[in-house]
T-cell receptor, first 113, second 115 residues
Framework: GENVEQHPSTLSVQEGDSAVIKCTYS??????FPWYKQELGKRPQLIID?????GEKKDQRIAVTLNKTAKHFSLHITETQPEDSAVYFC????????????FGSGTQLTVLP | DAGVTQSPTHLIKTRGQQVTLRCSPK?????VSWYQQALGQGPQFIFQ???????QRGNFPDRFSGHQFPNYSSELNVNALLLGDSALYLC??????????????FGNGTRLTVT
């Protein structure tokens, strides 16, 4: 089955700096990669996703890049703000497998004011 | 537009007991997935229901079972509770659109504590 590894487990940045979180996956058939943000005591919320036919996707301060050959994908957050502080999870799945997401272990991002 | 709702929010059970968790999907969604999230870990897929049938199942024992009702709501049942079943149980809904489901929308979860 799919295995997703996520690094780093914790990340502290100064407000205004950029943050990068990296994930690798094992199943070359995986073709859908969402990122979720989970604030303490709250639900995971989808912040951006990418399909394998696209190499990069941006949404305002958030971008995701995908390297299918190397089987890794990354989340980039620019101009970080204190409200970006949360746990971020990457995930992978093969579309058609009923969205059986395999999640990474999470990254605790802290944005220092 | 109501999102995914789960009940109860918190639950305390004793080892060996049985528990039922409930989920109502987001309006317009027809597919419900259940995930277990242990403290400090990412969610782990338990199973998914569509058209009142279990469609996919993760690596969980038969003690974990579920049901989907005609109104798309769902229940997760866990029998013979173990201490290790203590976790946040998340329900997620989506729309089945051919081979590609829509993105998952999660509920706030049920925090289960087994003592």
């Amino acid at each position: 089955g799919e295995n997703v590894e996520q690094h780093p487990s914790t990340l502290s940045v100064q407000e205004g700096d950029s943050a990068v979180i990296k994930c690798t996956y094992s199943d070359s058939a995986s073709n859908y990669f969402p990122w979720y943000k989970q604030e303490l005591g709250k639900r995971p919320q989808l912040i951006i996703d990418i399909r394998s036919n696209v190499g990069e996707k941006k949404d305002q301060r958030i971008a995701v890049t995908l390297n299918k050959t190397a089987k890794h994908f990354s989340l980039h957050i620019t101009e970080t703000q204190p409200e970006d502080s949360a746990v971020y999870f990457c995930a992978a799945t093969v579309s058609g497998s009923a969205r059986q997401l395999t999640f990474g272990s999470g990254t605790q991002l802290t944005v220092l004011p | 537009d109501a999102g995914v709702t789960q009940s109860p929010t918190h639950l305390i059970k004793t080892r060996g007991q049985q528990v039922t968790l409930r989920c109502s999907p987001k309006s317009g969604h027809d597919t419900v997935s259940w995930y277990q999230q242990a403290l400090g870990q990412g969610p782990q897929f338990i199973f998914q229901y569509y058209e009142e049938e279990e469609r996919q199942r993760g690596n969980f024992p038969d003690r974990f079972s579920g049901h989907q009702f005609p109104n798309y709501s769902s229940e997760l049942n866990v029998n013979a509770l173990l201490l290790g079943d203590s976790a946040l149980y998340l329900c997620a809904s989506s729309i089945q659109t051919g081979a590609n489901n829509s993105p998952l929308h999660f509920g706030n979860g049920t925090r289960l504590t087994v003592t």
